[in-house]
């Protein structure tokens, strides 16, 4: 009956195998969430540059995103307002969405965007059709701003501002930003100027859904789409520029004069 040897240093030895191993950790939600954020087309907002129209083109999705935006919905105004047909009016957008598809698929562009616009506007025709009331083509859109109303809103009474938390994530900062008193001014105030364009819509086209004002409806979508989604934006990347740079230069000020 022999004994065992113990293994050699050239011979492997599970056990310190296993343990040498390094076990990666489980991503926590904070940091599923942030990653997300920072490859959002959010996370093009830097608030070490000046607002200029090329970046806030570049959050938007480019000219293609400005097109892909507005055509659908335009095609669909155009339509109603010359034939008053549903079919024709609500199955041409859906048609348009998926050219737009097909395009990005030949360029070779991301086409997460016009997946997701494609299926929102099948979706919504879907309701219209099925329905058969050309103004629920808009219903989706005015429960969604409805939704954003109640978010924010909720978020700016427990004082956790959704804009706030967003940033927070981008930035690297979240949740420390709240104990900064002027950061916690700035997002919030910027969480409210988000709040506004979803009110805005909110009252314009409530009043015309239910009068069935189609072609108003579709106007109106157009116009405070988004145009005020882009000032709103704006108003937004000038607030935290503002919050974040002057922190900055605090920082380097603090380390400049502690340097001998």
Request: proline residues 7%; glycine residues 6%.
């Amino acid at each position: 009956m022999t004994d065992r040897t113990p293994s050699t240093a050239g011979e492997p030895d599970e056990n310190r195998t296993a343990e040498s191993v390094p076990t990666e950790e489980p991503q926590t939600f904070t940091d599923a969430f942030s990653a997300a954020m920072r490859q959002s087309n959010f996370s093009k907002v830097n608030p070490d540059e000046t607002p200029t129209f090329s970046g806030m083109l570049s959050v938007v999705g480019g000219v293609r995103g400005l097109i892909e935006s507005f055509l659908p919905g335009l095609v669909f105004l155009v339509l109603f307002s010359l034939t008053k047909e549903l079919l024709l009016s609500v199955l041409v957008p859906v048609g348009v969405a998926v050219v737009l598809i097909v395009i990005r698929a030949i360029t070779r562009a991301p086409l997460t965007p016009a997946i997701s616009g494609a299926i929102g506007i099948a979706l919504t025709a879907l309701l219209s059709i099925v329905t058969n009331r050309p103004e629920n083509n808009f219903l989706p859109g005015i429960l969604i701003n409805s939704g954003v109303v109640l978010v924010l809103l909720i978020s700016l009474i427990a004082r956790w501002p959704f804009v706030g938390v967003v940033v927070g994530f981008i930035m690297g900062d979240h949740p420390t930003w709240r104990d900064d008193a002027l950061k916690r001014r700035a997002l919030t105030f910027a969480t409210v100027v988000w709040l506004i364009p979803s009110l805005i819509r909110i009252a314009i086209q409530v009043p015309l859904y239910l009068t069935q004002q189609t072609e108003w409806l579709a106007g109106t979508k157009l116009i405070t789409g988004l145009p005020l989604y882009a000032a709103a934006l704006w108003i937004t990347w000038l607030l935290v520029r503002r919050v974040y740079t002057k922190q900055t230069q605090t920082q380097t000020q603090t380390q400049t004069q502690g340097t001998p």
